[in-house]
Structure formats: C-alpha cells, structure tokens
C-alpha cells in the first residue's frame, strides 16, 4: 500500500489544520491507519488511528495529549484518513507520518502494528 500525506503546515498557536493521507495500491490489505508524530530528537509517538472493520470498526483512538483537539475520520470511497487539528500548540510540532496496516487492540497505538508508511509531512505552530 502506498500512502501519501499532505496537508501540513506553518500556523499560530490555536490555529487549524487538517492532515489528509491518501492510500492507493493493495488497500483492501489493510483495515487501519493511524498518525504519528516525531519531533527533533524525540521518538516516534501515536497521535491516532482508526480500524474500519472487525473489531471497533470506527471507534478513533487518541494520544492523552490531543484528546480533545484532534479528530481522526475516514471517507472510504477516497480510501483516505483525515487527521483534524485544532487548538495547536507549539508541543504539536513534529513531521506527522501516516502509517497503514492490520493492527490489533495490543498494537494500535504502536508503530509495529503498521506494515506501510507515507512520507510525512512537517507541521509546525511557532511558540
């Protein structure tokens, strides 16, 4: 499967953004997709992901740290994952990678549950 992310940008602290990633090739292969996120020097961490079907088919899984402010959705006709941003914060900055796979409830919310990766793309809310 390949993926695509686009969408990222520079904006103010409280701004929007919405991240969409693309998937095009085998993707009756996968049944999830989720975000995640690296800052400089920092590690790889979830930010969200969404299986559509099979066991919480729909239900969206959120890092504690944007809960609240970032909404996962799908549009399964596009076969593309939307990422909606709101109230960012200068914490938010990273490149924001969008992954695809076949996770399960021990893997969802970690890169090993991920067989394809897109490209990332940088957002940054300047401090």
């Known amino acids: 499967v390949q993926l695509q992310a686009f969408g990222g940008g520079l904006v103010q602290a409280g701004g929007s953004l919405r991240l969409s990633c693309a998937a095009s090739g085998s993707v009756s292969s996968i049944n999830g997709m989720g975000w995640f996120r690296q800052a400089p020097g920092k590690e790889r961490e979830f930010v969200s992901a969404?299986?559509?079907?099979?066991?919480?088919?729909?239900?969206?899984y959120y890092a504690d740290s944007v809960k609240g402010r970032f909404t996962i959705s799908r549009d399964n006709v596009k076969n593309t994952v939307y990422l909606q941003m709101n109230s960012l914060k200068p914490e938010d900055t990273a490149r924001y990678f969008c992954a695809g796979g076949r996770p399960i409830l021990s893997t969802i919310r970690r890169a090993e549950g991920y067989s394809d990766w897109g490209q990332g793309t940088q957002v940054t809310v300047p401090a």
């Open positions: 969404i299986r559509w079907s099979g066991w919480s088919s729909g239900t969206p």
